[in-house]
RNA sequence: GGAGAGGUGGCAGAGUGGUCGAAUGCGCUGCACUCGAAAUGCAGUAUACGGGCAACCGUAUCGAGGGUUCGAAUCCCUCCCUCUCCGCCA
């Protein structure tokens, strides 16, 4: 696979620049008919964007407000005045049209006749001509108005009522704590500290890879894989989840459907064949490039390119899943579902990978912040009316594999201004790590409501009703793999920096009871 | 990677430039016949967007994008996907 082989290709991966966002906007001087972009083009039947310009029409200021608490600036002024002109436009380009369509079969009617070359068959061909002008020029204008759909995107979810309004991690809201802390007759260490003799290899990661990456040798690697082996057998036998293996390489519309795109490109990596990247150029390359390179002043030719180049499409590009919620939801992107009476409950364990270029700074030492890490994840399908519940009952999924393991956890409710661009709302799950005397995050989960649906267009018919419905969408960590490691060796530390391996992870480590440090 | 064949409505499957959103069959829904059912007959049966209180009207969609043409499911170009054979490979 040509896309595969390029990824160790120096220039075929790539963490996407942050320039690249910020040209993304309506006066993007590259987006062009034949360039869409990552935008997905509504005609492939799965992607469409947004919000439901329905309800901004009549709720303006109940959209604005819900958008304010995410600390968002008023749009929907400018969202109905682009709609109305938009809708405007639209029936005038389907009058021309409509006329065209009609002169063009007097046309045919008479040509089929043998009368073609009547001056009655010709007045008919030329009014279709001077239609087709005034048509294009029409569609042009129509096609400008496009960028709607962009500002629509780049939206974030509307919280849900129950949400606190906050400005960042210290407006959460504490709604449960479980477990006693261990007390410990010694001073607890880092996982960091203690890692390295247990087979926690930081040095050949990053002569390998990088900063941010780790080698696991022997039982801690083990240890590692029974976590995830753990979560996954939970989650399948006990929880009812449907267990997948998705592609962890995914194209533009999935990572669009569950709102990685456009927003969030930096924090991801793409691959692409050395062929794709210099088609994707090309095709960025705005129509008045020449016009525009003649015009470049000295000194500014570089940053000229720079700009082209980080703004190409990634269209034939394979994106580096952040989390499997990626695949997972967009598995059903396009689809009219069967009424999902019993929500839909799929897990899979995967590789992520996370460029996190926001964070640079932040947990640089250790296993808790890496670029490549594993993740259990939950994703169900459901009906409106059960989302919420079912938000419950799979944060009580991933609490679950919490308590089997004996790790203290709390339970937090996210404030609007810590969730995720997609979420109506979010518990984050965040265990007791008494190397650190601190609770970190370890589970995430969303309920998403319509928007992520919305965005790929999953629906499904109601018994008995005529029109289809989007479908809710909820995503969490059952858990992350590798902080769940971190949560076990801080833990279960020995003071001679051994650790004990928690007794229900037994079935899965073939005898070892306890990591014991190399000297 | 090479060679070939394909991609049309819920499914099967016609359609090679003109009223084709698309024959026909199956499926599904309603009605008729029937004591009831089967069989049969008749009618209906895609989605999205825009307009309209509504009946309804308009537009788009035959894998995707572009082109030729007064007019494209049909012709041309590019791409994607599926299948068969060969090669390579975990």
């Excluded at 968002?72 to 029936?91: A, F, T, Y």
């Excluded at 190409?312 to 695949?327: C, G, Q, R, Y």
């Excluded at 992520?452 to 419905?469: I, L």
């Excluded at 858990?479 to 530390?493: D, P």
């Amino acid at each position: 696979m040509a896309g595969f082989a390029s990824l160790s290709a120096s220039s075929g991966l790539a963490a996407v620049g942050r320039s690249a966002i910020d040209t993304g906007t309506a006066a993007h001087p590259i987006r062009s008919r034949r360039n869409p972009h990552w935008k997905c083009e509504a005609a492939n039947g799965i992607a469409r964007p947004m919000h439901d310009i329905a309800y901004i029409r009549a709720n303006p200021e109940a959209f604005d407000a819900a958008l304010k608490r995410r600390g968002e600036k008023p749009v929907s002024h400018l969202v109905l005045e682009r709609d109305s002109e938009r809708r405007r436009i639209i029936q005038e380009v389907e009058g021309l049209r409509s006329e065209k369509k009609r002169l063009s079969g007097c046309f045919g009617q008479l040509a089929s006749l043998g009368q073609g070359h009547t001056e009655e068959a010709m007045g008919f061909k030329i009014e279709s001509i001077e239609i087709a002008k005034k048509l294009s020029v029409a569609e042009i204008e129509l096609e400008k108005l496009d960028n709607l759909e962009d500002l629509l995107a780049r939206l974030p979810n509307i919280p849900a009522d129950d949400v606190p309004d906050g400005a960042d991690e210290e407006d959460n809201v504490e709604v449960a704590v479980w477990g006693e802390k261990r007390e410990f007759a010694f001073e607890p260490r880092e996982h960091a500290d203690i890692g390295p003799a247990l087979g926690m290899d930081f040095e050949t990661g990053a002569a390998l890879s990088g900063a941010r990456f780790t080698f696991l040798r022997g039982d801690i690697a083990r240890l590692h894989r029974a976590l995830a082996q753990f979560m996954l057998d939970k989650q399948t036998r006990e929880n009812g989840y449907t267990e997948c293996n998705p592609p962890v390489l995914v194209n533009n519309e999935a990572m669009y459907a569950t709102d990685k795109l456009p927003k969030f490109a930096e924090d991801s990596f793409f691959g692409a064949s050395e062929r794709s990247r210099a088609q994707l150029f090309w095709e960025a390359m705005p129509t008045d490039f020449e016009e525009q390179m003649a015009q470049t002043e000295k000194g500014q030719f570089k940053d000229k390119m720079n700009a082209f180049f980080e703004a190409a499409p990634t269209k034939e590009d394979f994106w580096l899943i952040p989390t499997s919620e990626v695949p997972l939801t967009a598995s059903v992107a396009g689809q009219i579902v069967d009424e999902p009476v019993e929500p839909i409950r799929l897990t899979a364990h995967t590789l992520c990978f996370r460029s996190e270029a926001g964070s640079a700074g932040r947990d640089t030492r250790g296993f808790i912040r890496q670029h490549q890490f594993e993740k259990v994840e939950m994703v169900s399908i459901c009906r409106p009316e059960d989302s919420e519940a079912e938000h419950e009952r799979m944060t009580a999924c991933a609490e679950g594999i919490l308590q089997a393991l004996g790790l203290p956890y709390r339970k937090v409710l996210l404030c609007t201004g810590d969730m995720g661009f997609g979420a109506k709302k979010t518990y984050d799950l965040e265990v007791w790590l008494p190397g650190q005397g601190a609770y970190r995050e370890i589970s995430s989960c969303s309920n998403t409501g319509d928007f992520q649906a919305r965005r790929m267009n999953a629906r499904y018919k109601p018994e008995g009703e005529k029109k289809t419905r989007f479908v809710h969408t909820l995503n969490g960590s059952g858990l992350a793999v590798g902080r769940t490691l971190v949560a076990v060796m801080e833990n279960y530390q020995q003071e001679d920096g051994s650790v004990t391996v928690p007794e229900a992870l037994a079935p899965y480590m073939g005898g070892v009871e306890k990591l014991m440090p190399c000297p």
